[in-house]
């Protein structure tokens, strides 16, 4: 079955710490991954993706994420965060061919303190 | 450059009623996706449409339904409506590439309250 697993639901960090959510998916086949992000009041936007090449792809806002495929992993960091990261971050996968839905997993909230 | 856009932004009905919810994709785009997020969980997928046909659909009852138009704008009916239907309804865009896959954007979102 596809699925995707963010193994931390809350989490609070102070201003200039540094950043890493998990994410782990199951899902048969080439892949690609995502990143979302939303913050308070807004809907959901993209922070980053990873189709092919590098895996290690950088996003929006200093944001990056590597793809280790031995280990189904697509783990989202940032080196130092600040109080206007406090958001829901949404991690997903869908095939790499056309009609592909996207699985999310159940988002990570994070509040960063000033 | 106009994103995604949803209507109503709010809606409350009552058990039993009928509700169409309204997306208009991203400019250029020609395929949308609607998920269904309830409180606290990431988005469901409901079903996918391209060229005015379903193409794929997750795991929801035939109470929800879909249409798309020319203009590759979208609606999501759901019948019979039971509280459990409460839940932001998400619209997303993309553009078909048969060989890539595609990247979504999403609207704002239709926050639906059944009493």
């Known amino acids: 079955a596809q699925s995707v697993s963010q193994h931390n639901h809350h989490v609070i960090l102070s201003e200039a710490a540094s950043l890493e959510l998990g994410c782990n998916y199951s899902?048969?086949?080439?892949?690609?991954l995502f990143w979302y992000v939303q913050y308070p009041g807004q809907h959901l936007q993209l922070l980053l993706k990873y189709f092919s090449g590098d895996p290690l792809v950088k996003g929006i806002k200093g944001f990056e994420a590597e793809f280790i495929k031995s280990k189904f992993s697509f783990n989202l960091r940032k080196p130092s965060v600040q109080w206007s990261d406090t958001a829901e971050y949404f991690c997903a996968v869908n095939g790499n061919t056309g009609f592909q839905k996207l699985v999310f997993g159940t988002g990570t909230r994070l509040l960063v303190s000033p | 450059d106009a994103g995604v856009t949803q209507s109503p932004t709010h809606l409350i009905k009552t058990r039993g009623q009928q509700v169409t919810l309204r997306c208009s994709p991203k400019?250029?785009?020609?395929?949308v996706s609607w998920y269904q997020q309830a409180l606290g969980q990431g988005p469901q997928f409901i079903f996918q449409?391209?060229?005015?046909?379903?193409?794929q659909r997750g795991n929801f009852p035939d109470r929800f339904s879909g249409h798309q138009f020319p203009n590759y704008s979208s609606e999501l009916n759901v019948n019979a409506l039971l509280l459990g239907d409460s839940a932001l309804y998400l619209c997303?865009?993309?553009?078909?590439?048969?060989?890539?896959?595609?990247?979504?954007?999403f609207g704002p979102g239709t926050r639906l309250l059944v009493l």
């Open positions: 400019s250029g785009h020609d395929t």
């Open positions: 899902y048969g086949g080439t892949v690609n």
């Open positions: 997303a865009s993309s553009l078909l590439d048969r060989g890539a896959g595609e990247t979504q954007y």
């Open positions: 449409y391209y060229e005015e046909e379903e193409r």
